[in-house]
């Protein structure tokens, strides 16, 4: 386990996953029945962006820190959101973006198996439940919830080549489990063979209802960079399609000057 989050936190990959996952919490609470959600990778729950980490990596120079302007449009209640959690000192993990946007009602688990960042995030979110264990077996021991009503999300580091497969069998098993839970699980585009490879496991899984929502800064020809990345959202709340789409572009009118760069909203499996 080499992957530490703190050299990437508000990243673009960030952006994409963070303001969409926004979107997706807010539709669920539509409904006033408590919800749950099971954060599967958790990472440390907040970063500072003065940290040696972020400014080695630097990169969310060119995520987040392309979007402090923001004050209407699709983005709006992404970026208000981390204003209110301390942007721009500090870049909110998945648990505190979470955290923040959880009733009363609903129920937030972590898990987060590297030692030091879980450590970390115990720290910064005193009161959560939270464990230290692989997230697949997680997902697989914390589901279905005793809420009937939650998301999954999976935001695996990609270290292992066969990060890929894994999820999809992991995604397959939470749908068994609990077919209406919603999940969510982040993914790189370096190269299209991949990305394809994992939308045909998940069919060939036997999953139904998925969409997938895609940004690429530039034509993902490169295969040792990190061109793009997507969102697989299965059970996705009404009008994920369309509010995905424009919460996209937002983001690529932002984020790439490149040439070839894209997004789009994509049905992998229907309903
Ligand atoms: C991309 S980061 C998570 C970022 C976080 N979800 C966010 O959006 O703020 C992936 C995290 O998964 C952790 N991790 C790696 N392998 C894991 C495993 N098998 N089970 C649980 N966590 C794992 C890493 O230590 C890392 O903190």
Sequence with gaps: MNYRHAFHAGNFADC?????????LRAMQRKPTPLRVLDAHAGRGEYALDSDEARRGGEWWEGVGRLM?????????YV???????????YPGSPRIIQALLRPSDALVLNELHPEDHAALRRALRGTPTHMRDA???ARALTPFPE???????????????EFPRLATAMARVWAR??????VAWYPIKHRAPVLAFHAALRDAGLRDAVAAELWLREPLDATRLNGCGLLVVNPPYGFETAGAAILAALIERLSDEP????????????
Aim: glycine share 12%.
């Design 16 to 24: 994409v996953k963070h303001a969409l996952l926004v979107w997706v």
């Design 69 to 77: 302007a923001v004050e209407e449009g699709p983005l709006a209640d």
């Design 80 to 90: 208000g959101l981390l204003r209110q959690l301390g942007m721009p000192g500090t």
């Design 136 to 138: 697949y077996e997680a």
């Design 148 to 162: 009937k009503r939650g998301l999954v999300l999976f935001d695996p580091p990609f270290e292992a080549t066969d």
């Design 178 to 183: 609990a077919r209406g839970h919603v999940q």
């Design 260 to 271: 070839g760069a894209g997004t789009r909203i994509l049905r992998v499996v229907d309903e």
